[in-house]
């Protein structure tokens, strides 16, 4: 899931050719030989099978491989096929507000401040979501969206997020598990090693239920950076992954939320 949106139609977007990022040997300085050579044979791969491959930069080659743990072959057919979906749900080769009035109307998703690690915080109420009345694809642009908002905002050197999934007053008029699993897929499919950590907070009885719906889906890399926090635990156990001065004012700490369309 990759930084290939564009918020408003007049800035230029990051698919043009002009806007191909250029890796350093510094980004790269954690990779292991292994993983470089890896990179080069992938890159030698995709490029040969799509041109617009030559845009990208290698950290997402990276990803991609790692996500596939460096099977070349695995982590092409996955790159291959995100570049088709991106071509799909973002034409242009950004996602504009317009396209996504309704959920961003809900207020659902706030982004503010960064972790120790630096990684971008963000803030999901699930209590706010509603199915759209624009069907499923409507939703799976506001995800990409969201996602594309949350990478412009890392800091150099930084490529994951850290993610706050607020389940208080959740209800079944929330239980959009078609919306869940898309979100799901894109996020592991299209945006792979971009989640850093992500706590679950609030969490009522009536969840769990769809929660062992969802849980068989996501893959095993991903389900060990989830948490699930005790109420009584919430600001220590989030205090020692982020600052107070960073932490979101709704948890006891100093950060206002910001809606993620504006940040």
Excluded at 64 to 71: P, Q
Excluded at 147 to 155: A, D, G, H, V, W
Aim: proline share 6%.
């Amino acid at each position: 899931m990759e930084s290939f949106l564009s918020p408003e139609p007049s800035q230029k977007s990051p698919l043009d050719s002009s806007s191909k990022q250029v890796t350093t040997i510094e980004e790269l300085k954690d990779s292991t030989d292994a993983e470089l050579t890896k990179i080069r044979l992938m890159r030698a791969s995709v490029e040969a099978r799509d041109p617009s491959s030559k845009e990208v930069d290698d950290l997402m080659i990276r990803r991609f491989l790692r996500a596939r743990n460096l099977d070349v072959e695995k982590a092409s057919a996955m790159f291959l096929k995100y570049l088709k979906w991106k071509r799909s749900i973002m034409p242009n080769g950004y996602i504009s507000p317009s396209e996504i009035a309704e959920d961003i109307a809900q207020e659902k998703v706030f982004v503010q401040g960064l972790d120790k690690k630096g990684r971008p915080i963000v803030v999901a109420f699930a209590a706010k979501h509603f199915q759209s009345k624009n069907g499923a694809d409507g939703f799976k642009r506001y995800v990409a969206f969201t996602l594309e908002k949350l990478c412009s905002r890392m800091p150099p050197g930084q490529e994951k997020f850290l993610s706050i999934a607020d389940i208080e007053g959740w209800g079944y008029a929330n239980s959009d598990l078609r919306g869940y699993l898309n979100a799901l897929s894109i996020l592991q499919d299209c945006y792979p090693e971009r989640l850093g950590k992500m706590f679950i907070v609030h969490a009522p009885y009536l969840f769990m239920k769809i929660w062992k719906m969802i849980y068989p889906f996501i893959d095993d890399n991903t389900k060990k950076k989830i948490v699930f926090v005790e109420n009584k635990k919430l600001k220590s156990t989030l205090l020692e992954e982020i600052e107070e001065s960073q932490l979101p004012d709704i948890y006891g700490g100093q950060m206002p939320l910001v809606p993620i369309q504006d940040s």
